[in-house]
């Protein structure tokens, strides 16, 4: 039995677990050859919530995502997942990129695309086991793609493809899901199903973050924004930010340094 002393201490842990932010992003700010991409961005995203970032192209939107999987450097600030480091929590973030950025042509199945989603729990090496196929199979039922499994990934169309790629991230039993203009390029039947498997996901406690551009929905699909063109614009719930004035500042202000 667990000393008085040690019962506290882990308690205190189990309360400062809870009460951290399940994204911590402090004063990021990216740079390429002296030009400025993201400027001191800063927001505190908690567990159960489905963010939006948004903003005009060239904002820095998909630029944020990859300096929070340490695919870009930031040139200031830190991003921390539940108090730790990308590093040290990256099997609990699955990162969904844009289509656009996916070479199509790689000969892989669907099944094994989604397995990719085990390969942290497995190793990169390691054979999978009867748990992770099952994980994979129940991943692609929950986003109709079972049927699917052995087709040629190129095979399928634009949605299909997303549709799969949130398979993979679903079989990586992730706790913070990162997703890039998921809903580019894919028909609303699509949109819909995949959205809702995100608030799913949500009210299960997971942390959604979504680059996304159709202002028509973000009622509909977003607890929180956070908005950028270059610098941070606004960040908050959809009730308090989202307005005329703050979109219109969003979206026509010139990207840079203001």
């Known amino acids: 039995m667990l000393s008085t002393e040690a019962s506290v201490c882990i308690l205190k842990e189990f309360i400062n677990t809870i009460m951290q932010s399940a994204l911590s992003i402090s004063n990021i700010t990216v740079t390429h050859h002296e030009h400025v ?45 539940f108090g730790k480091n990308f590093k040290d929590y990256a099997l609990k973030v699955a990162y969904i990129p844009q289509r656009a950025g996916v070479d199509w042509d790689f000969p892989i199945t669907v099944k094994e695309v989604v397995l990719m989603g085990r390969y942290g729990h497995i190793g990169w090496f390691a ?25 040629h990934i190129a095979d399928l169309s634009g949605g299909q493809q997303q549709r799969v790629f949130l398979a993979r991230a679903l079989a990586q039993e992730a706790e913070i899901y990162l997703l890039d203009e998921p809903f580019v390029g894919i028909d609303v039947t699509t949109e819909k199903a995949i959205i809702k498997i995100l608030k799913q996901l949500r009210n299960a406690g997971k942390t959604v973050v979504i680059v996304h551009h159709d202002l028509q929905t973000v009622h509909e699909y977003f607890d929180q924004l956070l908005l950028l063109n270059v610098k941070q614009i606004a960040y908050g719930p959809v009730s308090e930010i989202y307005n005329q004035q703050i979109i219109q500042k969003t979206y026509t202000q010139h990207a840079g340094m203001l």
């Open 37 to 81: 991409i993201l400027w001191c961005i800063n927001a505190n995203i908690s567990a159960g919530n489905i963010v939006g970032i948004m903003g005009p192209n060239g904002a820095g939107k998909s630029t944020l995502l990859k300096a929070m999987v340490g695919n870009i450097k930031p040139f200031a600030g830190e991003i921390r997942f």
């Open 127 to 151: 054979k999978p086991k009867q748990r992770d196929y099952d994980m994979a199979m129940h991943a692609l039922e929950m986003v109709s793609m079972h049927h699917l499994a052995d087709r």
